[in-house]
């Protein structure tokens, strides 16, 4: 027990004599030179302090430290600082299934006021936000305060707005029609076409306020082609497409959809064809010319689009224009789509019109045909054996007329729209061969149409 007591002991005089070198005695030299200093030269240090100069100076130099000093202490207490939190969302609580809320913003802008360090830690602290409470309030107006939740209770906070108008309805639900619109539709390959789309649902509920339900027109599921992942020809699911209702102008309708997506199965198809390629002049050429030749680089061509359009395009015509054209010419005709047609398998074409002398030949006898008449309904008979045959006169190269063949000629009547009664109606002619020219000698028949 005594060696432990000496232990002590010896441990209490070593730290004793340790502050006793380090400190106390290095301390007690420095307060003795320090009196001495000013025993030696105390009126050398009066007369310093006693001028004016020295007071004014030392007078400055302690008003400036204190005001240092006083400055920065009330920055501590008083540096106050401001930062808006922009679009901060906004919830309301009340009843989703049985109310309508309108005129509360999606978002406010928040501004908080305190030490930066505060506003600091409260932007990293989560907080529950703005929000509203409407429960127990009736279909109306009503003026509502907002609040916004935040842990640090050091900071003072604003909202713009604070308060708002809202309006309560009570919600109502009613079944609507599906349909489809088709979005970015050109973004497509144009050799493929979207023949058909089935939904998984046909009808859907639309909810909302009674006066916003009135103006719904349509419900349309918007079906992306953006959304397509590698389309080809056969059939494609969708997951989750979008639903969107419109009123009668077409502008969207802010009102809740059950459901707000539905599946769609896309049948997509190539419809194609290989048509002739026909070449049509148009315009009159100079005085006693005529076309002796066509020819083109290609004589047909694959067409892609609708299936009903694909199926009944026979040809496809190419205008060209020959008006006062004397001499040969060559053609590069870019090619136009026709209504349904969405691909072509050539876009531009070459055509090589020949041009020679104008010759004329009538061919006699040719008998006139009815086209357009309801056959169901009426009989039509010439007056006279006059008004049943014409003379077809045809202009053109000498070539062509000499290779024409006189069954290709057709004249006829078009006789849609006339009901029964006696008519004089005006002779058309027309010809297989493009590059010529046909006419009838007698312009103008007479005929009685009869009901059956």
Do not use: W
């Amino acid at each position: 027990m005594k060696k432990i007591i000496n232990s002590f002991k010896n441990l209490f005089r070593h730290i004793g004599h340790f502050f006793d070198k380090l400190l106390i005695t290095p301390i007690t030299k420095i307060i003795l030179r320090i009196s001495d200093f000013f025993k030696e030269n105390g009126k050398g240090i009066e007369r310093f302090f006693g001028k004016k100069s020295t007071l004014i100076i030392l007078s400055l130099i302690l008003a400036f430290g204190v005001f240092v000093l006083i400055d920065r202490e009330s920055n501590v207490m008083i540096d106050q600082y401001a930062e808006i939190l922009y679009n901060q969302p906004v919830s309301a609580i009340y009843n989703e299934e049985l109310y309508v809320v309108e005129g509360l913003p999606k978002a406010v802008d928040i501004t908080l006021v305190g030490q930066k360090r505060h506003i600091f830690l409260a932007k990293q602290a989560p907080a529950k936000g703005v929000s509203v409470d409407l429960t127990g309030l009736k279909p109306g107006n009503h003026k509502v305060t907002l609040k916004y939740s935040q842990r640090l209770k050091s900071l003072d906070y604003k909202l713009d707005p604070s308060t708002v108008t809202v309006t309560i309805y009570e919600k109502v639900s009613e079944t609507k029609s599906l349909t489809v619109d088709i979005l970015h539709k050109d973004n497509l390959d144009s050799k493929l076409y979207i023949d058909d789309i089935e939904l998984d649902r046909s009808d859907v509920i639309v909810k909302g306020a009674e006066y916003k339900l009135k103006k719904v027109a349509t419900v349309k599921a918007l079906v992306d082609v953006d959304n397509f992942v590698n389309p080809k020809a056969g059939t494609m699911n969708l997951k989750d497409v979008p639903l969107v209702a419109y009123d009668t102008d077409g502008k969207i309708v802010d009102v809740e959809i059950v459901p707000k997506s539905v599946d769609a199965k896309v049948v997509i198809t190539s419809p194609s064809k290989e048509v002739p390629v026909k070449i049509v002049p148009k315009g009159n050429l100079a005085f006693g010319k005529a076309i002796s030749s066509i020819n083109t680089n290609i004589s047909s061509i694959t067409v892609y689009g609708e299936k009903a359009a694909v199926e009944k395009l026979d040809e496809l015509e190419v205008e060209i224009d020959v008006k006062d054209l004397s001499r040969d010419k060559e053609f590069n005709i870019t090619l136009k789509k026709p209504n349904g047609i969405t691909e072509l398998s050539v876009k531009t074409i070459n055509v090589k019109v020949g041009i020679d002398n104008s010759i004329t030949k009538e061919f006699k006898n040719i008998h006139i045909v009815t086209e357009g008449l309801n056959n169901h309904l009426y009989t039509v008979q010439a007056l006279s054996e006059a008004d049943s045959i014409v003379t077809v006169v045809v202009k053109g190269s000498e070539n062509s007329i000499k290779s024409l063949d006189e069954s290709t000629l057709k004249a006829y009547i078009d006789l849609k729209n006339y009901a029964a009664g006696e008519y004089e109606v005006p002779v058309k002619v027309d010809g297989d061969d493009l590059t010529l020219d046909y006419s009838s000698k007698t312009k103008k028949v007479r005929v009685r149409i009869t009901p059956k």
